[in-house]
């Protein structure tokens, strides 16, 4: 027979318990609970409130469960073998509250959690997890053993978890002990670092099976202190700031704790630049929950839904490996916005992959309602993008009209800004397999600041400043039109120091980077490989200029909130190789020029070199 429980939450429940155990229809077993609540087992039926007290049911009556918050029903019962209701007068009893889990007291069922049991809405879920962590903590945990009888009802009936929780698979951390959860209480998922990085499909999947038809109503991020997947993850990132070139992934671990970077990199941003290795790792323990909660609207219609409906809340906790306790964060502060994302799955189960990620945006674009993505991360984006471009295989598909009202509503908030060539051949977009929203691009014949750089400096400026863009790529090609023919001007012996047009006046202050390529060749070479290693010195030299003329673009370099680097396209295979930054970045970040040359000349502040006066230094 099925059981129930009342609580009652006043000291004098048990006297209340001893009227009731006189009468030899009932089983009662009194256990001990704070403020002096005491639960009561039937084996048949439950307590209901009469208009003059409480009534006990016959053995007959349906009987409720744990879970339940339909009130009590004030109906008169009559006792087994009785021919009245046995009424309980009121002043003898305390009140009976019509939520199981009502002023933070949660009952635990007798026996174990099956599919028979309705579920309990999300609020009283957090409560029995909040409870449960308590007993644990207190070291009076419930849940010491299961027999035969609770198993096969598990196998008979199937599973109702209350909550589902992503947690780490650290072995300090068991998470049904935590909650002093029996078998069929909780639906857990674990892996190192409680994330989705490299596990979206598996855990977005699951846990819609889990909301959906096992009908759980929470859903618990679960980080914990001294977490090792993210201290980890940190030292990578900082070493890597401090000028630590990163290797290649070598193994999946590797890969994982790259994949973690980005939430160094926020937490980092978030604390004072004086925060040491052990601060930021533990507050990115904090912002790694928020940015899985995040994932998991961002990327799940199913999930989206349900929240959206009040049937499921997602809440983030950190569990103190030390105390035992649990610290419960709440929902996502950037929940709302989420919630308005259009992704159906996450990216890999859409068809990117690996580093190839494609950050679409939460509405299938980007918008200023997404995450900024960190320098690395987003030169990894551009990669994954060209690869997929060279391959024929681009994943950027149609844009529609919901997409659009987003760029609009929302705001741009593009992960890179491009410095290309006008050239027809280089559809920047196209290159990088990118969607509307994701690159704010700059284009000018041979993709130079001469003669556009107070557009081109200005242009930058806004889009990592407003526009909180991490990376700056300054992209040349093959066969560029405009190095080669800067290159034949600054090669003819017969070459004309007269400007008849603006095109001239263009080739002709592009001579210097002909004469720097020729320099650095051996002497005898063509004009066609002076002219093709112009095009990487071209590109060099933007980006030098770039560092040297902009304060704005300097400072945010040297402090490692962006990174500027170069690359040239390839018109023959499609691929971009990718550079690098300048080998003079370190000796240009000392300039202290503040303007581009014409800017500072038509406001009558003249240039006096990059050091506030003239050296061999500068050009």
Request: glycine share 10%; charged share 15%.
């Amino acid at each position: 027979s099925c059981s129930a429980f009342v609580l009652f939450l006043d000291r004098s429940a048990s006297a209340f318990v001893r009227l009731l155990s006189a009468m030899r229809h009932f089983q009662f077993f009194q256990h001990a609970y704070p403020h002096g609540v005491a639960t009561l087992q039937y084996p048949q039926g439950a307590v209901t409130q009469h208009s003059l007290g409480f009534v006990c049911p016959t053995p007959t009556l349906d009987v409720g469960s744990v879970g339940s918050t339909q009130p009590v029903q004030r109906q008169p019962i009559v006792a087994a073998g009785s021919q009245s209701p046995a009424i309980i007068p009121r002043q003898q009893a305390p009140s009976i509250q019509h939520s199981w889990c009502d002023a933070g007291i949660a009952v635990r069922p007798p026996n174990v959690r099956t599919a028979k049991d309705p579920q309990p809405v999300p609020e009283e879920a957090l409560k029995l997890l909040k409870l449960g962590n308590a007993r644990y903590v207190a070291g009076t945990p419930q849940a010491v053993s299961t027999d035969a009888g609770m198993r096969k009802a598990l196998f008979d009936h199937g599973q109702a978890p209350y909550a589902a929780i992503v947690g780490c698979a650290d072995s300090r951390c068991p998470v049904d002990t935590v909650f002093d959860a029996r078998p069929g209480d909780l639906f857990v998922l674990r892996n190192a670092g409680n994330t989705c990085t490299h596990a979206e499909g598996s855990i977005v999947g699951s846990l819609e099976f889990c909301v959906a038809h096992l009908k759980s109503s929470l859903i618990l991020v679960m980080g914990h202190t001294k977490c090792g997947a993210i201290h980890a993850a940190t030292k990578a990132y900082l070493d890597g700031q401090e000028g630590v070139d990163a290797a290649p992934a070598s193994s999946a671990l590797e890969g994982l704790l790259s994949g973690l970077g980005s939430v160094a990199h926020q937490a980092a941003s978030d604390l004072d630049k004086s925060a040491n290795a052990q601060a930021i790792a533990e507050h990115a323990i904090e912002v790694n929950v928020f940015n899985t909660i995040n994932f998991l609207l961002q990327f799940s219609q199913v999930i989206r839904t349900k929240v959206q409906q009040g049937e499921v809340q997602i809440h983030g906790g950190i569990y103190d490996i030390e105390t035992g306790a649990v610290r419960f964060l709440g929902r996502s502060p950037k929940e709302a916005a989420f919630l308005s994302s259009q992704m159906g799955m996450p990216p890999t189960m859409s068809g990117a992959s690996g580093n190839g990620l494609l950050m679409r945006g939460m509405h299938g674009v980007r918008t200023a309602a997404d995450c900024s993505v960190n320098p690395k991360d987003a030169l990894k984006l551009l990669q994954a993008g060209n690869q997929r471009f060279a391959s024929g295989s681009p994943l950027a598909g149609r844009t529609n009209l919901n997409m659009r009202k987003a760029l609009v509503d929302f705001g741009q908030a593009p992960h890179a800004t491009i410095i290309g060539c006008a050239d027809s051949r280089c559809p920047i977009e196209s290159i990088f397999d990118a969607m509307p929203g994701e690159l704010f691009v700059l284009r000018n014949a041979g993709n130079t600041c001469t003669h556009a750089e107070g557009s081109m400096v200005g242009s930058l400026e806004f889009s990592i400043g407003p526009l909180k863009s991490k990376l700056i790529l300054v992209l040349g090609h093959t066969k560029c039109g405009a190095v080669h023919g800067a290159t034949k001007m600054y090669l003819d012996t017969k070459r004309s120091t007269e400007r008849g047009s603006a095109l001239e006046a263009l080739l002709h202050d592009l001579g210097c980077v002909a004469q720097d390529a020729q320099a650095q060749l051996a002497r005898g070479a063509s004009a066609d490989e002076i002219a093709e290693r112009a095009i990487k010195v071209n590109v060099f030299h933007t980006m030098n200029f770039l560092l040297k003329f902009s304060k704005i673009v300097r400072e945010k370099v040297r402090d490692g909130e962006i990174e500027l680097h170069g690359g040239i396209y390839d018109l023959t295979t499609g691929c971009v190789e990718f550079l690098g930054q300048s080998p003079l970045q370190a000796e240009v970040l000392e300039s202290r020029t503040c303007l581009p040359p014409s800017i500072a000349v038509a406001s009558g502040n003249v240039s006096r070199g990059m050091h506030g006066i003239r050296t061999s230094a500068d050009e």
